[in-house]
Structure formats: C-alpha cells, structure tokens
C-alpha cells in the first residue's frame, strides 16, 4: 500500500520534469550531437556527429575548394550553430513524459558517441589527412617557408578495385612523400615526369618526350617578391593539361643540374636493357634497382651488369616511378640528385595552406594573412 503511494507521488512530480535548455546547449557545445541524445533523440545525435565529419573531409577533397575561405568555412561552422539550436528548441519542446536521469541508457549513448569521434579522430581522420610545416625555400615562388598545409592523403579505401578520393597524377601536381633516402623525412615537390616520359635538361631548360615542359612565359611580379633571392629569372609554366605554376631560377650562374639526361621514366612491368645511354640514366636506375632492394655492381670501364650477383642484360621494374622537382629550380635537391620517386613512397597532395607567419617582428605581424586559405594544388 505504501509502495503504490510512494509510486504514485513519484509519477506525479515526474510529469512536470523537463529537459533543461541549458544543458542541452552545453551538451551540444561540447560535441554536436550530445545535446540531441541529451534530448532522448539518439539518431539524430549520430546524424549531427556524421555531418561534422563527413562535410570537411568532402571539402577538402574536391578539388580547387579550401575549407578555410570565409564563404566555404560557413557551411561547417552553420552547423555548429545549428546542433545547439536544434537542442535548445527541442528540450523547450520535449514532451513532459517523466524524469530525466543521467543513468545507464544516457551514460552509454554518450559514451559510444565520445568513442565514435575518438575513433573518427585518431583512426579515420589520420588516414585522409595530414599537415606539413615548410622548412626550406625548395618550392619557392609558391610556397613559402613556414606555410603550414593541409595534406589530401592518398586513400587506401577502395571500393570495386577503385580507390576513394584519388585521382590520377599529372604533370604539375603537388606531392607530398617519404624521402626515398630516408623514409623518416617528409618532403613536397612538383610532379614533372610520369611513367615512360623521357625527362631532359639543357642550359636549365626542363624537356619531357623532348618538348619544353610547357608554354613558359616571364613572370616580372615575382623578381623583387619578399623572401626570394635575387637576381633571379622568373617563368609562370602552363602545361598540356591546363595547370599552372611558377618557377625561378638564378640568372647569374649555372649549376650542374641545368644539364640532365635524357633519362626515361621507368614504370611498372618496364624492361630496362643494359648498357644505358649515359651517366644520369646510369645514376637513376642503378639507385632504383638498389631501392627495389637488389644489389647492384657494374664492372670498371665495362658494361657488363651485375644484379644480385648475376650477370644482366635486363632488369623489369617493379612498380611506377614518377619525376619530381622544386619550383626554386636551382636551389634544390630533386630527381636530378636522388633519383625517381616511387608510386609507394607518395603520402598524398597539398590542398590548402591553413596558416602561414614568417620569422620577424611579434607574432600577430608575422602572421601571413592574405597566405591563410590559399588553395595550392
């Protein structure tokens, strides 16, 4: 009899409890999507979750979109605005249908909410995107020392054999890689060379299949630019396929890797046949037959061959191979100095510069504001 009182009392003052805003907001402010299962609507709370993960990494892999330029950045921050919203209206509005308590069924929405974007966070994101700080002028004129990028990684999703959010190289890409010599460095440059490209340099002039590599105009805007040296040529490149990009180069001096080649390409399933044509080709294949982890030796003043201690004629490529090089042409360790870069070793492609500051002054002043958002691939 006491027991159906106490129920009774229970149930009547239970009518009357309601979510309260407050916490709904909190809840929404510190992960969207928390203040909906506060709420009691769980899927809608997974719902928001979803979209805010999903949106940046769609605006970062479609092309020429930067997620940081102020009419684009509004779509990920609208819905910031609109979760906590969602969850004020709907506790103002949640049906006055018993008590609220933070027991098991919230604690453990909540915990597999925390723990999906944990997960999303540390395993998912990783696999798609990256960040990389510039610490040289290798790729001057367009990027600078101290840009900080947003890296597309190159996907290892794949669905039907067909892998998600890549695309095919071209020449004049951006790529972002493992240093062949040394797999613990991180390294940009810019895809010159595909697989069975010849490759050439003459007086500084870059040939691919014995063509200039583009239709290369001077660019005067950047001789006197902050941060470059001088005196200095500088070229804005135009390649077959439409992309553009800017080079300079010292005009008061040759280095030695203004003469290169011809060197061909090698890609996956090629013969390469021995003897080659000249030195370069010889420094090229011997380091990308010693990468492909066999020894190689060749004989003094002769060209017999030996790999893995046996007499060659040939060797077949293991896996593509492509040709990379700064845009500061001749203050740079490229492909002319370490040989290809290796399909394998290739991270992924520069998207977006997210911040940039150089090293003068205080530090509001050394923000490069007008560099923030900047698309560069």
């Given at each position: 009899?006491?027991?159906n009182i106490?129920?009774?009392?229970t149930?009547?003052s239970?009518?009357?409890?309601?979510?309260?805003?407050?916490?709904a907001?909190?809840f929404?402010?510190?992960l969207?999507?928390?203040?909906?299962?506060y709420?009691?609507?769980?899927?809608?709370?997974?719902?928001y979750?979803?979209?805010?993960?999903?949106?940046?990494?769609?605006?970062?892999?479609?092309?020429g979109?930067?997620?940081?330029?102020p009419?684009n950045?509004?779509i990920?921050?609208?819905?910031?605005?609109i979760a906590?919203?969602?969850?004020?209206?709907?506790a103002?509005?949640?049906?006055?249908?018993g008590?609220f308590?933070?027991?098991?069924?919230?604690?453990?929405?909540v915990?597999?909410?925390?723990?999906l974007?944990?997960?999303l966070?540390n395993?998912?994101?990783p696999?798609?995107i990256?960040?990389?700080?510039?610490?040289?002028?290798?790729?001057?004129?367009?990027?600078?020392k101290?840009?900080l990028?947003?890296?597309?990684k190159t996907?290892?999703?794949?669905?039907?054999?067909y892998s998600?959010f890549d695309?095919?190289?071209f020449?004049?890409?951006l790529?972002?890689?493992?240093?062949p010599?040394?797999?613990?460095?991180?390294?940009?440059?810019?895809c010159?060379?595909?697989?069975?490209q010849?490759?050439e340099a003459?007086n500084g002039?870059?040939?691919i299949?014995?063509?200039?590599?583009?239709?290369?105009?001077?660019d005067?805007?950047?001789?006197?630019q902050?941060?470059?040296?001088?005196?200095?040529?500088a070229?804005?490149?135009?390649?077959e396929?439409?992309?553009?990009?800017?080079?300079?180069?010292l005009?008061?001096?040759?280095v030695?890797a203004?003469?290169?080649?011809?060197?061909?390409?090698?890609g996956?399933?090629?013969?390469?046949t021995?003897?080659l044509?000249?030195?370069?080709?010889?420094?090229?294949?011997?380091?990308?037959i010693?990468?492909?982890n066999?020894?190689f030796?060749?004989?003094?003043g002769s060209?017999e061959v030996?790999?893995?201690?046996?007499?060659?004629?040939?060797?077949?490529?293991?896996?593509?191979?492509?040709?990379?090089?700064?845009?500061?042409?001749d203050?740079?360790?490229?492909?002319?100095?370490?040989g290809f870069?290796?399909?394998?070793?290739?991270?992924?492609?520069?998207?977006?510069?997210?911040?940039?500051?150089q090293?003068?002054?205080?530090y509001?002043?050394e923000?490069?504001?007008?560099?923030?958002g900047?698309?560069?691939?």
């Open positions: 009899m006491k027991s106490y129920n009774q009392k149930a009547q239970h009518q009357f409890n309601q979510r309260k805003w407050w916490l907001l909190l929404s402010l510190l969207p999507g928390l203040g909906q299962i709420n009691g609507q769980t899927r809608k709370g997974f719902f979750l979803c979209l805010t993960v999903s949106i940046p990494l769609f605006m970062i892999y479609t092309p979109l930067s997620l940081l330029k009419a950045i509004l990920p921050f609208a819905l910031l605005f906590p919203l969602d969850a004020i209206y709907m103002l509005n949640t049906p006055k249908r008590p308590r933070f027991d098991n069924w919230f604690s453990m929405n915990l597999l909410l925390i723990l974007f944990l997960v966070l395993f998912v994101f696999r798609f990256s960040s990389y700080r510039v610490d040289e002028d290798g790729m001057l004129p367009s990027i600078l101290n840009d990028l947003l890296i597309k996907s290892s999703l794949k669905v039907f054999n998600v695309k095919p190289l020449q004049g890409d790529v972002y890689f493992n240093h010599l040394d797999g613990k460095r991180q390294e940009m440059k810019r010159i060379g595909l697989p069975g010849i490759i003459r002039e870059i040939l299949d014995g063509k200039p590599e583009g239709l290369i105009k001077r005067l805007t950047l001789v006197n902050p941060g470059i040296a001088s005196p200095i040529e070229y804005q490149v135009v390649t396929v439409g992309k553009s990009y800017s080079i300079i180069q005009s008061d001096m040759v030695p203004d003469n290169y080649g011809p060197v061909r390409i090698p996956k399933g090629d013969k390469i021995f003897p044509r000249n030195e370069d080709e010889w420094s090229a294949y011997v380091k990308l010693q990468y492909e066999h020894t030796s060749r004989k003094p060209n030996l790999i893995d201690g046996q007499v060659a004629i040939n060797y077949v490529v293991e896996q593509d191979y492509y040709f990379v090089l700064g845009d500061n042409r203050q740079n360790q490229d492909s002319r100095h370490w870069l290796s399909a394998e070793n290739i991270i992924g492609r520069p998207s977006t510069i997210y911040f940039s500051r090293k003068a002054g205080s509001w002043s923000i490069r504001w007008g560099r923030i900047r698309v560069v691939d």
